[in-house]
């Protein structure tokens, strides 16, 4: 977790599928946390990792990549990573790019977990 009170990330330790939920502006200064913290997640391997974002109010080009980055790595491992994304204007930066085609975006952690 960090001292920033713009960004905060923290990881579910129950069983089922790996959570990563993310709260507040994901952008070029809490970036290198975000890849960290996901880093670390696809590192044991699970079979699907869920990016919460529901917290998300905003992300840049810099967090993209860490996402885009971690997709990679985890359709290299054959595992599956999915967004669970609430704001409309992130569903909307997410349309714009095309990484919606990408990325399997979902509205809840249930939906992720299902999909």
Do not use: C
């Not at 960004?7 to 946390?33: K, M, N, W, Y």
């Amino acid at each position: 977790m960090t001292n920033d009170a713009q960004f905060e990330v923290t990881v579910s330790g129950q069983p089922g599928p790996a959570v990563l939920r993310a709260q507040g502006e994901i952008d070029v200064a809490s970036a290198p946390e975000f890849h960290d913290a996901l880093s670390g997640l696809i590192a044991e391997s699970p079979a699907v990792l869920i990016v919460d974002m529901s917290d998300v109010s905003f992300i840049d080009s810099t967090g993209l990549g860490v996402l885009v980055s971690a997709e990679k790595q985890m359709r290299a491992e054959g595992s599956g990573l999915r967004l669970v994304v609430t704001h409309p204007q992130i569903t909307r930066l997410l349309e714009l790019t095309g990484l919606d085609e990408v990325f399997t975006v979902v509205s809840n952690t249930t939906d992720a977990v299902n999909a």
